[in-house]
């Protein structure tokens, strides 16, 4: 399959953006490295190999030397107040450690950059069996977009890259911004929303069968595994956990022109039964408010056990558009293990001849 540098690179930048981030963006410009698993814009059917160089490294190589004697406590950069909501105090903990830069460091969400690279591998797969994956801004604190908004997938998908949300919508956007900005005046972080879609995903994919292989269990296990997500709902699944089965499900219609059956509502999410239903797959993920806080809060020493405040680290007021972006890669690396499990195939022409077959199915059905 077709592997571009520059759909890598998009991908990396868009990750990089939106109202909210801190000075780590400001220093890195991510771009891509193709090292192996590809020869003249193809892939060759092994591991697909990719780079992305930290440039910041170069002010921690004397703090983060993997052989080099440790140096004086100034100069090692050690964080010993562990910051209430993060890794740090856990993982000291688990590893034995009392410097949670041990911690911190493998922790960060920096390494989210690597999974979009790969994510926007998957995304091009997908796009060439026809499927699109986007996201957009749910909410920033208690600024909520509305929720017509994420039916128009093609408004989405026009947003330009370097957008300061990813809503459609001025007035929307201005408000979120605004809420940000009083977070940041307050020294304060601030939560939010975002919800990923995909279209184009034919019904079938996934299993009722396997708990493991459940298509709304691998999208949520892949959503929490996103730093700072702390919760995950398919379609409208925690409003309507509130009401009764008439309001929560999805009535069966049928066009009998176009052989398929329909819904006049997407309230599952495009998941039923763990498998896809033909309709838009909607993933909504729940961003807490960061850990690290320009006021920290209180901590205790690691060394001396003492009451003191928590360490702090760069950190942005809220990444929520970077987040959505992420939540795309991860979604998109468990649609194209699913597609592929269900159609198989050792090349693209292959997979794409399964999948056809499969369609036809259905209409015939």
Same mark, same amino acid.
């Given at each position: 399959?077709?592997?571009?540098?520059?759909?890598?690179?998009?991908?990396?930048?868009?990750?990089?953006?939106?109202?909210?981030?801190?000075?780590?963006?400001?220093?890195?410009?991510?771009?891509?490295?193709?090292? !192996?698993?590809?020869?003249?814009?193809?892939?060759?059917?092994?591991?697909?190999?990719?780079?992305? =160089?930290?440039?910041?490294?170069?002010?921690?190589?004397?703090?983060?030397?993997?052989?080099?004697?440790?140096?004086?406590?100034?100069?090692?950069?050690?964080?010993? =107040?562990?910051? &209430?909501?993060?890794?740090?105090?856990?993982?000291?903990?688990?590893?034995?450690?009392?410097?949670?830069?041990?911690?911190?460091?493998?922790?960060?969400?920096?390494?989210?950059?690597?999974?979009?690279?790969?994510?926007?591998?998957?995304?091009?797969?997908?796009?060439?069996?026809?499927?699109?994956?986007?996201?957009?801004?749910?909410?920033?604190?208690?600024?909520?977009? &509305?929720?017509?908004? !994420?039916?128009?997938?093609?408004?989405?998908?026009?947003?330009?890259?370097?957008?300061?949300?990813?809503?459609?919508?001025?007035?929307?956007?201005?408000?979120?911004?605004?809420?940000?900005?009083?977070?940041?005046?307050?020294?304060?972080?601030?939560?939010?929303?975002?919800?990923?879609?995909?279209? !184009?995903?034919?019904?079938?994919?996934?299993?009722?069968?396997?708990?493991?292989?459940?298509?709304?269990?691998?999208?949520?296990?892949?959503?929490?595994?996103?730093?700072?997500?702390?919760?995950?709902?398919?379609?409208?699944?925690?409003?309507?956990?509130?009401?009764?089965?008439?309001?929560?499900?999805?009535?069966?219609?049928?066009?009998?022109?176009? =052989?398929?059956?329909?819904?006049?509502?997407?309230?599952?999410?495009?998941?039923?039964?763990?498998?896809?239903?033909?309709?838009?797959?909607?993933?909504?993920?729940?961003?807490?408010?960061?850990?690290?806080? &320009?006021?920290?809060?209180?901590?205790?020493?690691?060394?001396?056990?003492?009451?003191?405040?928590?360490?702090?680290?760069?950190?942005?007021?809220?990444?929520?558009?970077?987040?959505?972006?992420?939540?795309?890669?991860?979604?998109?690396?468990?649609?194209?293990?699913?597609?592929?499990?269900?159609?198989?195939?050792?090349?693209?022409?292959?997979?794409?001849?399964?999948?056809?077959?499969?369609?036809?199915?259905?209409?015939?059905?």
């Amino acid at each position: 399959m077709p592997v571009v540098k520059a759909t890598i690179d998009r991908e990396l930048k868009r990750r990089m953006g939106g109202h909210g981030r801190g000075g780590r963006m400001r220093i890195e410009a991510d771009e891509v490295e193709i090292l !192996g698993g590809v020869r003249f814009g193809l892939t060759l059917g092994s591991p697909v190999a990719l780079l992305i =160089r930290n440039r910041d490294f170069a002010n921690w190589t004397v703090a983060m030397d993997p052989q080099g004697l440790r140096p004086a406590e100034a100069a090692a950069r050690a964080v010993t =107040r562990p910051r &209430p909501g993060h890794a740090d105090l856990a993982g000291a903990l688990k590893f034995g450690t009392h410097d949670a830069r041990d911690i911190l460091e493998r922790a960060s969400a920096r390494e989210t950059a690597a999974r979009t690279a790969a994510g926007a591998v998957a995304k091009a797969f997908l796009s060439e069996l026809g499927i699109v994956v986007t996201s957009r801004t749910v909410a920033v604190g208690g600024v909520v977009a &509305p929720d017509d908004e !994420g039916d128009d997938i093609e408004a989405l998908l026009a947003l330009p890259d370097d957008a300061p949300m990813r809503s459609p919508c001025a007035a929307t956007v201005a408000a979120m911004i605004a809420a940000v900005d009083e977070a940041r005046r307050r020294a304060d972080s601030i939560g939010g929303c975002f919800e990923v879609m995909a279209r !184009g995903i034919p019904t079938g994919i996934g299993s009722h069968v396997h708990w493991d292989r459940r298509l709304d269990a691998r999208l949520g296990a892949a959503m929490l595994s996103i730093q700072a997500v702390k919760g995950v709902a398919i379609g409208d699944g925690i409003d309507v956990s509130a009401g009764g089965g008439r309001e929560a499900h999805d009535p069966i219609g049928y066009d009998a022109s176009a =052989r398929r059956f329909t819904r006049p509502t997407n309230r599952a999410g495009g998941i039923e039964g763990g498998m896809t239903n033909g309709e838009i797959v909607r993933l909504r993920a729940y961003l807490k408010p960061l850990a690290t806080l &320009p006021d920290p809060l209180p901590s205790i020493d690691l060394v001396t056990k003492e009451p003191s405040v928590a360490d702090v680290e760069r950190t942005d007021t809220v990444p929520i558009v970077a987040a959505g972006v992420v939540g795309e890669a991860m979604a998109a690396l468990v649609l194209a293990d699913a597609m592929l499990e269900k159609f198989g195939g050792d090349s693209l022409r292959e997979t794409r001849t399964n999948l056809h077959a499969y369609v036809r199915s259905l209409v015939e059905y």
